[in-house]
């Protein structure tokens, strides 16, 4: 089961792009990278899923280089609101579902 | 996507006593899980539950501990026996969201305070 590393935390501002990475060095052939997200005394919400390249849908961008042992979500001009933890994920149908979730990225936006 | 309920929502508790977590879908899933999270912490996954076999224990959780039930596939019930200060924590009850494109994706309720005196 691959295991992933993310920065900590991360400070942006308002309506600024925010980037962040994940580096997962034993990614396997079969593995999926998934994005959550997390609000205080709330359960963690589906952001994205990407297998290679680039993946965008209505709230974030996923970019998975080619040698896929990292990605990066981006997500575009922040809000106050999108102050949260997120983390990536990586993991295929056959895991049965032993996902090995991090510390995750406690992303802080400021006015 | 699931819309998942978890009663109760919070609890304070005795050490000694035992606390039972409902989860309720408005669908029917294949896999339910059950995950625990310490307050500024990640999760970790205790068991997975399938409707009609017994649940799966990740380790370090045993079945004494926190059994499980799964009586259909819209419901299922997580009790913490014997509690004592160490069990306070999150409790979440996700579901298994993969019938669409996404593989590995599942959707959570909104978990479960327990503080054990």
């Known amino acids: 089961l691959a295991k992933t590393t993310q920065p900590i935390s991360m400070d942006s501002y308002e309506g600024q792009e925010v980037n962040i990475t994940c580096s997962h060095n034993?990614?396997?052939?079969?593995?999926?990278i998934t994005w959550y997200q997390q609000f205080p005394s709330q359960g963690p919400r589906f952001i994205i899923q990407?297998?290679?390249?680039?993946v965008t849908n209505e709230v974030a961008s996923l970019f998975i280089p080619a040698d896929r042992k990292s990605s990066t979500l981006s997500l575009p001009r922040v809000s106050l609101s999108d102050t949260a933890v997120y983390y990536c994920?990586?993991?295929?149908?056959?895991?049965?579902?032993?996902?090995?979730w991090g510390a995750g990225t406690k992303l802080i936006i400021k006015p | 996507s699931a819309v998942i309920s978890q009663k109760p929502s919070r609890d304070i508790c005795q050490r000694g006593t035992s606390l039972t977590i409902q989860c309720q879908v408005d669908?029917?899933?294949?896999?339910m899980f059950w995950y625990r999270q310490q307050p500024g912490q990640s999760l970790t996954l205790i068991a997975t539950a399938n409707q009609g076999s017994e649940a799966t224990y990740e380790s370090g959780f045993v079945i004494d501990k926190f059994p499980i039930s799964r009586p259909n596939l819209t419901f299922s019930t997580l009790t913490v026996s014997n509690m004592s200060p160490e069990d306070s924590s999150i409790y979440l009850c996700s579901v298994d969201g993969s019938s669409g494109a996404h593989t590995d994706t599942q959707y959570f309720g909104p978990g479960t305070r327990l503080t054990v005196l």
């Open positions: 669908s029917q899933v294949t896999m």
């Open positions: 990407g297998y290679k390249t680039k």
């Open positions: 994920l990586v993991g295929d149908s056959g895991s049965n579902y032993q996902l090995i």
């Open positions: 034993n990614i396997a052939t079969n593995d999926y």
